[in-house]
């Protein structure tokens, strides 16, 4: 759990100040997933919250499309007047700029930073038709080669892409990786037995874990998932690597510090609602509710991060 600063908790009782700007008009969080995902589920949370204590209209605005590049373009060129927000994962907002060498958004310039929403473990994923019970077993197939030596994630560029090499290079095997358009498309894929393996959120991974569908080998925290006590971290499972990701939601650049802090307000208010915190707990998700200033500062320790081991993978979307 991350450490929060005064900034960054909001006691239920605060009074939410609007800026002199609000008006009828819905506040749009955009987010470049589909209906259905975890995040999509995490930002309908967050717009019912924001709605009662702002005082306008907050809707979801769905904008699927090149791994999250289409909502991350159209929150860039809107108007920076508090009216549109962007919900968004770790990997857009740091991995990308190493990852796409055409990328025509800069993460640290063109958004202003609003709230560091929640952190979440992945998990990685195996269908119930692969013969592996432990990470060891999985090693031991996916060395030999074949479909074993293939894993999916959303998209081309995300964490979990460069999660699963990073665990290649360390378990020192070769893995090809097979994008896929959203979690939707991953999970169809493993039931359907199209892909051995997946690298996936959680969240993402429950549903199919329960029905006995899919079984989660290894979890990438530095602890064990509440929801999967039995099941072992990485670093448990004889491999040095972890990855925490996160959600945050970031305003288009140039939008005035009062909205900015407004926004924040609202939106940490509105996960640390009770039953919102244990909405997310139910998908593995850890609420932070931390600020403009904490977000920045985590977004850019992401970078530098994950910067050496994407250089190092040789790997670019474009």
């Given amino acids: 759990m991350r450490k929060l600063s005064r900034r960054g908790v909001l006691s239920g009782a ?41 005082g306008r209209p907050v809707v979801v605005d769905n904008k699927p499309g090149a791994a999250g590049i289409v909502a991350n373009m159209a929150v860039k060129s809107a108007p920076p007047d508090g009216n549109t927000l962007l919900l968004t994962p770790l990997g857009q907002m740091t991995i990308f700029p190493i990852a796409y060498s055409k990328l025509d958004y800069d993460p640290l310039k063109d958004y202003a930073p609003v709230a560091h929403v929640a952190d979440f473990q992945m998990g990685l994923g195996v269908g119930s038709n692969v013969p592996a019970r432990t990470l060891a077993e999985y090693v031991a197939l996916a060395r030999k ?68 569908k899919a079984r989660i080998l290894a979890t990438t925290g530095a602890k064990r998932s509440s929801h999967h006590p039995d099941v072992p971290t990485f670093k448990e499972s004889g491999y040095d690597i972890e990855g925490l990701a996160w959600y945050a939601l970031f305003a288009p650049a140039a939008t ?45 320790a992401d970078y530098d991060k994950w910067a050496p081991v994407i250089r190092a993978s040789g790997f670019k979307a474009d």
């Avoid at 700007?21 to 997933?33: K, M, W, Y």
């Avoid at 990786?177 to 039931?191: D, E, M, R, T, W």
């Fill in 14 to 54: 605060v009074v939410l100040s609007l800026p002199a700007h609000a008006d009828d008009r819905p506040l749009r969080i955009v987010v470049g997933f589909p209906p259905g995902s975890g995040i999509d589920t995490i930002a309908r949370l967050i717009a019912d919250r924001m709605r009662g204590s702002l």
């Fill in 256 to 300: 005035p510090t009062a909205i900015v802090d407004s926004l924040a307000r609202a939106a940490i208010d509105a996960v640390h609602q009770p039953d919102v915190v244990e909405r997310l707990a139910a998908l593995d998700v850890e609420v932070t509710g931390l600020g403009p200033a904490e977000l920045a500062a985590i977004q850019r």
């Fill in 145 to 212: 080669g074949g479909e074993y030596a293939n894993f999916a994630s959303v998209s081309v560029g995300s964490l979990p892409h460069f999660f699963g090499l990073l665990f290649a290079r360390t378990a020192g095997i070769e893995l090809t990786h097979v994008p896929y358009k959203g979690a939707a498309p991953v999970i169809q894929a493993l039931i359907a037995g199209e892909i051995p393996a997946a690298v996936l959120p959680i969240a993402d991974l429950n549903m199919l874990t329960q029905s006995g």
